[in-house]
């Protein structure tokens, strides 16, 4: 079945430490994006893809990096610069250019700070 | 500019009885709205979509949505609630045709059930 992997589900980092949040799609989708989700709000884009090689700043990029090398990959790092990184974090993919179909989900990583 | 506001952050019913959650949007062009589902710990499920068809939507799991332009709303309701409806609801506004960044999320409604 078609569907986006995100790995692992649930990570752990120590201050100062980066880690690197794996999204994996088969759905032949050319755009893909991440979200940050904080008890009580919406999603907060962090990073989108449209197509191979090039990726956009949402509105909460700060501490946050990506690639994406290969359509079907678009891993996100969280740096050492995130001062805040403790959250849920959604991967969506669905084809560039087109909305109307909505997004498809990932299950979701928690990251939490130790 | 395009925002959506859902009007409740939390929704409490009895099994059997009706749920409404309520969304409110506003758009500079003809928008497409969705609502999505999300159980505790897992991703978001799309329930229903609206894209300039018949304004009355039905989606998964006997819920439905009706776009109301003159209102600006998009409420989800559904006849009878079951435990299992239990979840944190979100609903979305886009222009249609744009791109992701254009694609605004409300702050979600967790919508409870009581025996």
């Known amino acids: 079945d078609g569907g986006i992997t995100q790995s692992p589900k649930y990570l752990f980092r120590k201050e100062g430490q980066n880690v690197t949040l794996s999204c994996e799609q088969n759905?032949?989708?050319?755009?893909m994006y991440w979200y940050r989700q904080d008890p009580g709000q919406g999603l907060r884009l962090i990073y989108y893809s449209q197509i191979v090689n090039d990726f956009q700043k949402g509105d909460i990029a700060e501490g946050y990096s990506v690639s994406r090398e290969k359509k079907e990959s678009f891993p996100l790092t969280v740096t050492s610069a995130q001062k805040n990184p403790t959250a849920f974090y959604l991967c969506?993919?669905?084809?560039?250019?087109?909305?109307?179909?909505?997004?498809?989900f990932g299950s979701g990583t928690r990251l939490t700070v130790v | 500019a395009q925002s959506v506001t859902q009007l409740d952050s939390h929704v409490s019913v009895s099994e059997g009885t009706p749920v409404l959650l309520r969304c409110n949007y506003s758009s500079s062009y003809s928008p497409s709205l969705f609502w999505y589902v999300q159980h505790p710990n897992k991703g978001l499920q799309l329930l229903l979509k609206?894209?300039?068809?018949?304004?009355l939507v039905k989606g998964i799991n006997g819920f439905e949505a009706e776009f109301k332009k003159s209102e600006t709303s998009f409420h989800l309701t559904k006849p009878s609630a079951h435990m299992s409806d239990a979840a944190e609801y979100f609903c979305?506004?886009?222009?249609?045709?744009?791109?992701?960044?254009?694609?605004?999320f409300g702050s979600g409604t967790r919508l409870s059930i009581r025996p």
């Open positions: 759905l032949n989708h050319d755009a």
């Open positions: 969506a993919s669905h084809q560039a250019g087109d909305t109307n179909y909505g997004y498809t």
């Open positions: 609206y894209t300039s068809a018949a304004t």
């Open positions: 979305v506004v886009s222009d249609r045709g744009s791109s992701a960044s254009k694609i605004i």
